[in-house]
């Protein structure tokens, strides 16, 4: 590894209780507010978008911002890109040791109050900093901002995610967290985190997924307060090469169950470890998005299909029973989920494909398209 730094810096379920490790009073006023936001960018073979999210990075409007970018092995032009920003950020050159690694190399080296890891392909809004100070406090683990899809070429396009019906309030997250390992929340780049947050669990070992995200997001309502700010104030770029890109392969889905299933494993680990409530029992097959992966890769690829004890009966019955459960989801919305699972289970495996494409896959090939 090398080191070039360039120094120029419908309702809740009921109150949640109290996380040992980050909350206090919920009532309380913002007394440690944020002096430094650090945006980390774990870069892989990136280099057609990297320069637009160092940028980005650099042009919001806050007094104190520090980028690290970790170059996870490149073989393409990253690193003649992350050059041309010397004397602004500071870059670190790694082999190729994955997402999980390239962001532990980085936040080891971060020292903000805040911390943002930014896709190497997406866009921050220059007020994006600004509007995470104002809805900072004592008790925040994350802020969670909305994202605005944008193709390859900058072009906006779809719904926000995520989509708000109503602005969740930090007690309503943790207790949809806990009762089924779910709350409406951006992916990544959208979530800035508290560091005493982080510092709990960084560096993040091999026994977690390797998508940084996962764990922090699955952690954040758990131990403190998730914020919401309803406002786009990230892009988020798609381009058919993403890693959320589920259509890309069939064995995706069963790949995405198996990576739920870690996350929550290494969650409740380091709940126990720290003293933190657990999530229920049988949480996770509580999941109405994972219900919808299950389904597809029950049918997509059954054979190798990570969850023990799971089948189409299963899943089946956890999709009539998921449309009773209250949660973020409004009633109509539960009652599609649950008929769209229900109908991927039943159908012949022809038509089971094709509302599995539809579901998954349409929106990348509709982004991919609108390029050409």
Same mark, same amino acid.
């Given at each position: 590894?090398?080191? #070039?730094?360039?120094?120029?810096? =419908?309702?809740?379920?009921?109150?949640?209780? #109290?996380?040992? #490790?980050?909350?206090?009073?919920?009532?309380?006023?913002?007394?440690? *507010?944020?002096?430094?936001?650090?945006?980390?960018?774990?870069?892989?073979?990136?280099?057609?978008?990297?320069? &637009?999210?160092?940028?980005?990075?650099?042009?919001?409007?806050?007094?104190?911002?520090?980028?690290?970018?970790?170059?996870?092995?490149?073989?393409?032009?990253?690193?003649?890109?992350?050059?041309?920003?010397?004397?602004?950020? +500071?870059?670190?050159?790694?082999?190729?040791? /994955?997402?999980?690694?390239?962001?532990?190399?980085?936040?080891?080296?971060?020292?903000?109050?805040?911390?943002?890891?930014?896709?190497?392909?997406?866009?921050?809004?220059? *007020?994006?900093?600004?509007?995470?100070?104002?809805?900072?406090?004592? +008790?925040?683990?994350?802020?969670?901002?909305?994202?605005? @899809?944008?193709?390859?070429?900058?072009?906006?396009?779809?719904?926000?995610?995520?989509?708000?019906?109503?602005?969740?309030?930090?007690?309503?997250?943790?207790?949809?967290?806990?009762?089924?390992?779910?709350?409406?929340?951006?992916?990544?780049?959208?979530?800035?985190?508290? %560091? %005493?947050?982080? =510092?709990?669990?960084?560096?993040?070992?091999?026994?977690? !997924?390797?998508?940084?995200?996962?764990?922090?997001?699955? @952690?954040?309502?758990?131990? /403190?307060?998730?914020?919401?700010?309803?406002?786009?104030?990230?892009?988020?770029?798609?381009?058919?090469?993403?890693?959320?890109?589920?259509?890309?392969?069939?064995?995706?889905?069963?790949?995405?169950?198996?990576?739920?299933?870690?996350?929550?494993?290494? #969650?409740?680990?380091?709940?126990?470890?720290?003293?933190?409530?657990?999530?229920?029992?049988?949480? $996770?097959?509580?999941?109405?998005?994972? @219900?919808? @992966?299950?389904?597809?890769? $029950?049918?997509?690829?059954?054979?190798?299909?990570?969850?023990?004890? !799971?089948?189409?009966?299963?899943?089946?019955? !956890?999709?009539?029973?998921?449309?009773?459960?209250?949660?973020?989801?409004?009633?109509?919305? &539960?009652?599609?989920?649950?008929?769209?699972?229900?109908?991927?289970?039943?159908?012949?495996?022809?038509?089971? %494909?094709? $509302?599995? &494409?539809?579901?998954?896959? =349409? &929106?990348? =090939?509709?982004?991919?398209?609108?390029?050409?």
């Amino acid at each position: 590894m090398s080191v #070039a730094v360039h120094p120029d810096p =419908e309702t809740a379920q009921g109150p949640a209780a #109290a996380p040992a #490790a980050v909350r206090s009073d919920a009532g309380a006023k913002p007394t440690d *507010a944020p002096v430094r936001f650090s945006i980390l960018v774990a870069n892989y073979n990136y280099d057609r978008f990297l320069g &637009r999210a160092i940028e980005s990075a650099l042009a919001m409007d806050w007094p104190d911002i520090e980028v690290i970018v970790v170059d996870d092995g490149s073989t393409d032009n990253s690193r003649e890109v992350i050059d041309s920003f010397a004397g602004s950020i +500071t870059a670190v050159y790694q082999d190729n040791a /994955g997402q999980r690694a390239a962001n532990n190399a980085a936040f080891a080296r971060s020292t903000g109050d805040v911390v943002v890891f930014l896709d190497a392909d997406d866009v921050l809004d220059p *007020a994006f900093a600004r509007a995470v100070a104002a809805a900072w406090g004592p +008790t925040v683990t994350k802020v969670q901002v909305q994202m605005q @899809l944008i193709d390859a070429e900058d072009r906006p396009f779809g719904d926000l995610i995520p989509n708000f019906a109503f602005r969740p309030e930090p007690a309503q997250i943790t207790a949809w967290a806990r009762s089924s390992t779910e709350y409406p929340t951006p992916p990544g780049s959208a979530n800035a985190y508290a %560091r %005493r947050f982080l =510092e709990q669990f960084f560096p993040i070992g091999d026994e977690h !997924d390797n998508a940084t995200d996962s764990t922090c997001l699955a @952690l954040a309502p758990l131990m /403190g307060d998730v914020v919401t700010v309803v406002e786009p104030l990230v892009q988020y770029r798609q381009h058919g090469a993403n890693d959320s890109n589920m259509g890309a392969r069939p064995d995706n889905f069963g790949r995405e169950v198996a990576r739920a299933m870690k996350r929550q494993h290494s #969650a409740e680990a380091i709940c126990a470890k720290l003293g933190v409530e657990l999530p229920r029992p049988n949480s $996770l097959r509580r999941s109405r998005h994972l @219900l919808q @992966l299950r389904a597809a890769s $029950l049918r997509m690829a059954p054979q190798s299909h990570p969850m023990p004890g !799971d089948g189409r009966v299963t899943a089946g019955i !956890d999709a009539i029973g998921s449309v009773f459960r209250k949660n973020f989801d409004p009633l109509k919305k &539960r009652v599609i989920v649950a008929g769209w699972v229900l109908a991927v289970l039943a159908a012949p495996a022809p038509l089971a %494909r094709k $509302l599995i &494409r539809k579901r998954f896959t =349409e &929106r990348f =090939e509709n982004s991919e398209a609108a390029t050409g």
